[in-house]
């Protein structure tokens, strides 16, 4: 993103607007009191197909230039949409074939969103000329900073088995392994006599009578990311022909998209922030940390703000106080551009009982006051705060192969639930944790933790054994190496291409069931959970030894520990309990990290900074206020103090329930 536009948006607070949904006389009205109330920006047209193109090549915008018209004398920003995640009723009704398809091979019924195949030519087409004409249309519009393309691309459906997905999918596959003998190979046809003469034999996975080809399954997960890759590289090249200057984005990283790939796409990445969808805050930053990891910087396009709810379901009602939490929060994460979604509750529709920042009965209330509140804070905010960067010191790797393959694979446990629950450990600790790919420069990060890699590429494996012989720590767990990028299983003795860096091999595993088997470490026992390995170090130390009655791990090594070249790796031989909290403490010591150990339940610890300072931002996620110890906070002098932060004697703070304080650090 040019840096003279992200330091104009820096901070900048918004909304999510549908005026097509209100009559006309409204929007005056509500961009006025957003206008008072600190709120300066809005995005629009997102669903409004049906308002712009009323029937076949009949494009009307003069409702979205009355709009921009109110925006501009207001001087409010724009971030419009394309259109294309729900289209009217004529549309389909003229091109059925642009519907998706179940696995059934039976269309999808129309009435709802994101039912689209981004394989149909039509719809693809369609999509382009709308694009076209709004770009067309609004390409000197000085209040528009940007598009947003498309709305949650995968949320909720995503796989479709159309005919033209079936050609498309030969497509990605003609590409990937240019002739028949190679996918024959890559998906090890020779089994259960499945061979492929041409690629109009091949379709894409349906109902089987039994389990299907694991290789098949994969590459559909594969295709499914590329397809929708593909889909929105059509409308950001349309856009930035019209005008260079708009910034492209799109709202979320949901099942099937390899982000690492799709975000390359735009020129900032955004994330659609709802707390009350997670049990706790922790895991409501894991996506925030996710997003991060692979983008850096990012804005959020839906912030929460009123609770969420369909026919089918009801969220509680944000506490006072909570939507400014959230909202500090997401920025401490990274996000430098918040919308909150959305300005006034729908009164019909499937969304209706989802709440935004208005009721429905269109009066000022407490969540309106909030916003402003907060608006009132960012004002107080070093400019530099929002340049700064997120801390980086441990990365959690989570590829979008291994993720695939969570999704086939699931005979053991699948690696999200492991990766979950250390993530949750590290950053209650106040220890920043980035979520990245493979494919990430780990120069940034002192530790790595890559946990059940089941499907690895050697090139992997060797940047990070580099990575371990400068120094760095790795932690790698059970499983780790048994497949290849095709979901094979490797003919080689576990942990197969991980072997010199944890320095052992495994001579035995197995599944742990009703049996009971833990592991003593430090003299606590610690329960193993779904499978476990025994190992045999090589250059290894060992750890913690298996405790149990099983022939096959009793009193066998079960975490190693391997020195190589300047660095260190843990081998840890099972996965995670539902409380891993000793092992983690366990890595700390072992890694020598150092950690704010203090931390009272429910205190949220991060901190941006650059070359000069530091901004330590202290969230307390409980109702009632509370005291921090500066020492378990920092050991360096406090320049200033923002939002809520009261120091007391200079040797603590007092925070507010559901306070948030910012305290800025020479370093």
Known sequence: MPENIQSELNGLIGTCYYPEIWDRNMCLKDLKLMKENGISCVRIAEFAWGIIEPSEGVFDFSFFDEVLDICEKLRMTVIMCTPTAAVPAWLVKKYPEVMKWNIQRQPLAY?????????????????????RKMAEHFKDRPCIIGWQVDNEINCGSYNSYSPEDTLHFR????????????????????????QYNAWHEVELPGKSAETGNPSQLLDEKYFISWQVSEFVKHQVKILKSLNKKWLITHNGAFANVDLDEFQNNFDVFSHDQYPLFYKNWREATFNMSRIRGHCGKFWIMEQQAGPGGKPEYLQSTPEPGQIRLWTWQSFAHGANLILYFQWRTHPYGAEQRWHGILDHDNKRNRRLSEIKSISEDIKGIPTEYWTANVDKKIALIWDYVNMSGDAVFSDVTISYEDIKKIYCRFVSMGLPVDIISNNTDFNDYSVLID??????????????????????????????????????MRCETPPGPYSKLAGLHVSDWTKVSKEKVSL???????????????????????????????LVLKNKPAICHNKLGKGDVIYYGTYLNETPDFFVDFIIEQFHLSVLRRLSEGLEVS??????????????????????????????????????????????IELKGYGIGILEIRK
């Open 607 to 652: 901190c941006r900074g650059n070359e000069r300072n530091e901004w330590i931002s202290i969230l307390n996620h409980n109702r009632g206020k509370i005291k921090i110890p500066l020492k378990n906070i920092t050991g360096k002098k406090i320049v200033s103090s923002y939002l809520d932060a009261i120091l007391k004697e200079k040797t603590y």
């Open 451 to 488: 946990l059940h890699p089941r499907i690895c590429h050697e090139t992997h494996v060797k940047r990070l054994e580099n990575f371990v012989m400068k120094g760095g720590k790795l932690l790698l767990a059970a499983s780790a190496g048994i497949r290849n990028l095709n979901g094979h």
């Open 111 to 131: 009435g709802s969103r994101k039912d689209l195949s981004y394989s149909s030519r039509i719809f693809i087409k369609l999509c382009k000329r709308i694009v």
């Open 520 to 550: 003593i470490l430090s003299g606590e026992e610690i329960p193993a959970e779904c499978f476990a390995e025994a190992l045999e170090p090589e250059t290894a130390q060992v750890v913690a030894k298996y405790k149990t009655e099983n």
């Open 171 to 194: 497509k990605f596959l003609k590409i990937k392994y240019e002739n028949i003998s190679a996918l024959n190979k890559a998906w090890g046809t020779n089994f259960w006599s499945q």
